[in-house]
């Protein structure tokens, strides 16, 4: 039996102690998830928190499908967690304000660390970021990110275009300080 699927065996039968290896093997995914969302670190542990504690309550629905599966299955509750947080919190909001910036090469994010990244993304206006998220990270179509937040696809593209395009400008400006 493969490390997660023992894992979720273990819960499923009841082991506390498979409870905290599956919480040391998913809490910094977790978290590095949760502060994609909301950039809060204290929001961001209460989102981990809850998002566990739904997994726990739910982890006797969950079907092992191969090695990866839970992961991915955490994942998910956990980035579902943060947009429940957001919506509770005061709604999505998303913004009609196009940044200003000329049109400009894809930067090249491999010299960038992956907390600098991180903490670009945390930065973008939320409905950029929340789009952004869910299209890169969480692999959703245009389609469906407006599904799951109520709003058009037209909407989602465009979000995610001018997300991109910030983000783009931040990297490079992040970079030319570097650089100085």
């Known amino acids: 039996m493969k490390l997660e699927e023992q894992i979720v065996h273990d819960i499923q039968s009841g082991d506390r102690a498979a409870m905290r290896r599956l919480y040391d093997r998913c809490s910094g995914l977790a978290m590095a998830i949760a502060l994609r969302y909301v950039p809060d670190r204290d929001d961001a542990c209460d989102i981990v928190q809850d998002a566990f504690v739904k997994a726990f309550q739910s982890i006797r629905q969950f079907e092992y499908r191969g090695e990866g599966t839970l992961r991915s299955w955490m994942s998910r509750i956990v980035a579902n967690e943060a947009l429940g947080f957001l919506r509770?919190?005061?709604?999505?909001?998303?913004?009609?304000?196009?940044?200003?910036?000329?049109?400009?090469?894809?930067?090249?994010?491999?010299?960038?660390?992956?907390?600098?990244?991180?903490?670009?993304?945390?930065?973008?206006?939320e409905g950029y970021r929340v789009v952004l998220n869910l299209y890169v990270f969480g692999g959703l179509s245009h389609k469906e990110i407006a599904k799951e937040l109520g709003i058009t696809p037209s909407t989602s593209a465009?979000?995610?275009?001018?997300?991109?395009?910030?983000?783009?400008?931040?990297?490079?400006?992040?970079?030319?300080k570097e650089i100085i």
């Open 88 to 125: 509770r919190r005061s709604g999505l909001t998303f913004t009609d304000d196009i940044p200003d910036c000329a049109e400009r090469e894809e930067p090249d994010i491999d010299q960038i660390s992956d907390d600098k990244l991180t903490e670009l993304i945390a930065s973008l206006p």
């Open 158 to 176: 465009s979000q995610f275009f001018h997300a991109k395009k910030m983000l783009a400008r931040m990297i490079n400006d992040y970079r030319k």
